[in-house]
């Protein structure tokens, strides 16, 4: 059964730095999503991406984030400067339409971004 | 805007028990709703979902319906095995100006002793 995968499964970086999350949604899926999960607490909407183009972005995802998907199968979000508090565990997700009551996500395992 | 409200955790139970996870929702409209559930070191897995009102969905024997009348989607399961032992997520799908996204509640540890 196709999935999502995503790398690394752990990353630890120095405040600051840059980090690149690694995303590949399910093939055919045209519809592509971050979320992240700070521990303990709600998995939250970072951004939407179809089609090259942002969708929808929440009040979370400021100037230090970006998406992109630079070839036909990697989908992914970078941090520019991290910040301790971007510590939280990062989920993508795929669909394969959007706007229909019968869409559905699927979710990669997660990158858990340690920022020290 | 939309929300989600699931009954806080943890939640210990022996196995055989029965399980009920209430969540609740606050949304303009009829959303579709969803169980997503996260195994431990796992990622989020779709449980079941509903579409419209009175729909009920079912997976590994859990089970919710959607209740318009009470915006409620609570998830049940008559035996629980120690192998649900997980956190699962209520959600709801918001979808407006062309774009979609899934607003989570906060989660409900459930551990299964054998």
């Known amino acids: 059964e196709p999935e999502v995968t995503q790398t690394p499964s752990h990353q630890v970086t120095q405040m600051g730095q840059e980090v690149i999350l690694r995303c590949v949604p399910i093939?055919?899926?045209?519809?592509f999503y971050w979320y992240r999960q700070i521990l303990g607490q709600k998995v939250e909407f970072l951004v939407s991406?179809?089609?090259?183009?942002?969708?929808?972005k929440s009040e979370i995802f400021d100037d230090q984030f970006s998406v992109e998907r630079p070839d036909g199968s990697n989908f992914t979000l970078k941090i520019r400067s991290t910040k301790l508090e971007d510590s939280a565990m990062y989920f993508c997700?795929?669909?394969?339409?959007?706007?229909?009551?019968?869409?559905?996500?699927?979710f990669g395992p997660g990158t858990r971004l340690t920022v020290l | 805007g939309n929300s989600v409200t699931q009954m806080e955790g943890p939640v210990t139970l022996s196995e055989e028990a029965f399980l009920t996870i209430n969540c609740t929702y606050t949304?303009?409209?009829?959303?579709?709703l969803f169980w997503y559930v996260q195994y431990p070191g796992e990622g989020l897995q779709l449980l079941l979902k509903a579409t419209k009102a009175d729909d009920k969905g079912s997976n590994k024997g859990f089970e919710a319906t959607y209740r318009k009348e009470t915006t409620s989607f609570h998830l049940e399961k008559g035996s629980v095995q120690v192998s649900d032992s997980a956190v699962y997520f209520c959600?709801?799908?918001?979808?407006?100006?062309?774009?979609?996204?899934?607003?989570f509640g906060k989660g409900t540890k459930l551990t299964v002793n054998p």
């Open positions: 959600a709801l799908r918001e979808f407006e100006g062309g774009s979609e996204k899934l607003v």
């Open positions: 949304a303009t409209g009829y959303p579709s």
């Open positions: 093939s055919n899926h045209l519809y």
């Open positions: 991406f179809y089609n090259n183009e942002i969708s929808e």
């Open positions: 997700a795929s669909s394969k339409t959007s706007g229909r009551a019968t869409d559905t996500q699927y």
